[in-house]
């Protein structure tokens, strides 16, 4: 079972920063959280992921709140191209064999121009 | 980031017949690979993990000999769906990860249609 919840659905205007928010209330010590989006018809692309301190990379920040309980996902400028479905994952951190990604609902991201 | 690759994107078959779906690293060595499956307006479901060299382990409720999954090198892993059947009409995608990936990557899918 996911262990994230997140809003099933949010538009955002073209140019605009997204904030796309996630709650993972029992993430464990050792957890990382990861995120993913995946375009229409398409596999689902590596975005981010972080421990406990905020990370940013040449797609999008992310915010982890300081209990771990929450994290936000920052896309800074969107674009038309953003529109997807985004997914928050919690998990140990993909080294050992036999680590899985256990995909939730996700938010659908609309950019509207 | 690390590129893998499916093929084919798409496949129709006739009911009772069999398709594979071959899933390639192509800049990384995958130690393991995983197949989902996902259905119209759902999310992503885990059917099975595969390491190389080694025997899948297989989610809850999908049947290992319907769906056989073969990882014999470590770029490479194959779906087999055998007698498909409309209902195994779907989206199916790989992701592989290797010992040096923090991440998994993902193929581009495969749509099957079972007609």
């Known amino acids: 079972d996911a262990k994230t919840t997140q809003p099933t659905s949010m538009d955002c205007a073209e140019g605009r920063a997204a904030n796309l928010p996630c709650n993972h209330s029992?993430?464990?010590?050792?957890?990382?959280v990861y995120w993913y989006r995946q375009i229409h018809s398409q596999g689902p692309q590596y975005i981010i992921h972080?421990?406990?301190n905020n990370e940013t990379n040449e797609m999008a920040s992310l915010i982890i709140t300081e209990d771990r309980k929450s994290s936000t996902l920052i896309l800074p400028h969107a674009t038309l191209r953003d529109t997807a479905v985004y997914y928050c994952?919690?998990?140990?951190?993909?080294?050992?064999?036999?680590?899985?990604?256990?995909f939730g609902g996700g938010t659908r991201v609309l950019v509207k121009p | 980031g690390a590129v893998v690759s499916q093929h084919p994107s798409w496949v129709i078959c006739k009911s009772g017949t069999s398709v594979k779906i071959e899933c390639r690293s192509l800049d990384f060595q995958a130690t393991t690979m995983f197949w989902y499956r996902q259905f119209p307006k759902q999310s992503l479901m885990l059917m099975a993990t595969?390491?190389?060299?080694?025997?899948?382990?297989?989610e809850q409720g999908v049947e290992k000999d319907k769906f056989l999954i073969n990882h014999a090198s470590l770029t490479l892993s194959t779906l087999t769906v055998t007698s498909a059947h409309p209902e195994d009409s779907s989206f199916y995608i790989c992701?592989?990860?290797?010992?040096?990936?923090?991440?998994?990557?993902f193929g581009q899918g495969t749509r099957l249609t079972v007609v």
């Open positions: 972080g421990l406990k």
């Open positions: 994952i919690v998990r140990p951190l993909i080294k050992a064999a036999g680590n899985k990604l256990t």
């Open positions: 029992t993430i464990s010590g050792n957890e990382y």
């Open positions: 595969s390491n190389e060299g080694s025997k899948a382990t297989y």
């Open positions: 992701s592989a990860t290797g010992h040096a990936n923090t991440e998994a990557f």
